[in-house]
């Protein structure tokens, strides 16, 4: 580790502003072909829940669905230091777990999943229309996490990301490559994070 690696963590430790308990990190299926991605990855994963992270996801965008079985057999397999649940663009089953991965599992087909499943329970007499409220919405979501601050290597576009649970999350984007990602990118995202306050749509 580096002598501006070590400031980085040392300012953070000793910060009185809090830390992202779920940290998002937003990729493309690009990002996973360069050479090292993976083990990257786990680099994530690990100086996440260094930094007091209880749950990380990671949204991969694809363009090519015909690349999605290669990526999940990919990331089910990468060594990581908690449990991982991957989702794929046709698994609508919820996922629970401190590691949770979407390959392109958009966030406007896993809404309109939840809306549908709810006119269900509508049309079989379950649920009143005018009774269902944000907490009837986010049960029937895939992820049931509220990011609190999502990153983005590359460029300022999150594609279609988690779009009811990022609706208050911290945005942090960096020009640096997925594949140029390091520790102190990490770092300096979090540093970033503190120096916010937030709203919540207040």
């Known amino acids: 580790m580096g002598l501006y690696d070590r400031y980085l963590a040392t300012r953070l430790r000793f910060s009185d502003a809090t830390l ?3 940290v998002a990190v937003v990729l493309t299926e690009r990002d996973l072909l360069e050479q090292g991605a993976y083990a990257t990855l786990e680099d994530c994963f690990e100086w996440a829940f260094e930094f007091g992270a209880e749950q990380v996801v990671v949204y991969v965008s694809v363009l090519d669905e015909g690349v999605v079985g290669t990526l999940r057999a990919e990331l089910e397999r990468v060594d990581a230091p908690r449990t991982v649940a991957v989702r794929g663009p046709d698994d609508d089953r919820r996922a629970d777990a401190p590691i949770l991965v979407s390959i392109g599992l958009g966030g406007k087909h896993e809404f309109a999943t939840a ?33 609190d601050l999502v990153i983005k290597t590359g460029a300022e576009r999150l594609s279609d990301f988690m779009i009811w649970q990022s609706v208050y999350s911290e945005l942090y984007f960096t020009d640096v490559n997925w594949r140029d990602f390091r520790r102190r990118e990490y770092l300096r995202a979090l540093r970033d994070y503190q120096s916010r306050q937030r709203r919540f749509g207040r």
């Open 20 to 22: 992202p308990a779920v």
């Open 115 to 147: 809306v549908r499943n709810l006119a269900g329970e509508v049309e079989a007499g379950e649920l009143a229309p005018e009774k269902i409220d944000e907490a009837d919405i986010e049960r029937e979501l895939v992820f049931p996490v509220d990011p």
